[in-house]
């Protein structure tokens, strides 16, 4: 679990570290993320989060696979999936793809 130093009181803290292994950076932007995470050795890495976060790790071509759900809902709330415009295009190609009561789970690689 990552953290901003800024945002978590002692007592979250706390109670995070009871339960995961913590570490708080500086700022949580896409190359910071990944080079916490590989400094600790580790080079398989799952993130989620909404569309900056995605944006930030696109942008900076650190995505090697994208996992996503379809769902069978149109609901439009005005949030893409993408928070702006990137540097490049990026080919991904799918793997696999599970369809299950109306959703699909598709898996996406470079």
Do not use: W
Not at 12 to 28: F, M, S, T, Y
């Amino acid at each position: 679990m990552l953290t901003h130093s800024h945002d978590s009181s002692s007592n979250e803290l706390k109670r995070a570290q009871a339960h995961a292994d913590v570490q708080q950076i500086p700022n949580l932007e896409a190359r910071t993320i990944i080079g916490a995470m590989h400094a600790r050795g580790l080079s398989r890495i799952v993130c989620e989060g909404g569309p900056t976060l995605l944006t930030q790790m696109a942008a900076a071509d650190l995505i090697d696979e994208y996992d996503i759900t379809l769902a069978p809902i149109l609901a439009g709330n005005g949030h893409g999936i993408i928070d702006g415009a990137l540097p490049q295009i990026t080919r991904l190609h799918l793997i696999q793809a599970i369809p299950d009561e109306g959703f699909v789970f598709a898996k996406y690689v470079r």
